[in-house]
């Protein structure tokens, strides 16, 4: 059974750091590029880091520099270390494959307030 679950989320304040952590089980993670998106009531979901096989990374332009994506496939695990956050980046984030998504998990909800 295929699964995704996503953690680390939390309130921040602006400035501050979260490391994000989504482990997917039921498939042959290690041969799938792997990605991070988020999503903000009312507005469609975006896509902010992926991660291709050969370690090629993506970062969409409003994070770029701030955020960084990686990856431990002996845990079937993808992360999302997020720095200098701002209150634009308040959002629920989800991890997914890039291309053939699988079912959305749950989500982790990142709040950045003073």
């Known amino acids: 059974q295929v699964e995704i679950a996503e953690s680390g989320g939390g309130l921040v304040q602006p400035g501050g750091s979260l490391r994000l952590s989504c482990t997917v089980s039921g498939i042959s993670f290690s041969n799938y590029a792997m990605a991070w998106y988020r999503q903000v009531p009312g507005r469609r979901r975006e896509w902010v880091a992926r991660?291709?096989?050969?370690?090629?990374?993506e970062y969409s332009d409003s994070v770029k520099g701030r955020f960084t994506i990686s990856r431990d496939n002996a845990k079937n695990a993808v992360y999302l270390a997020m720095n200098s956050l701002k209150p634009d980046d308040t959002a629920v984030y989800y991890c997914?494959?890039?291309?053939?998504?699988?079912?959305w998990g749950q989500g982790t909800q990142v709040t950045v307030s003073s």
């Open positions: 991660s291709f096989l050969g370690d090629l990374e």
């Open positions: 997914n494959r890039v291309y053939d998504s699988l079912e």
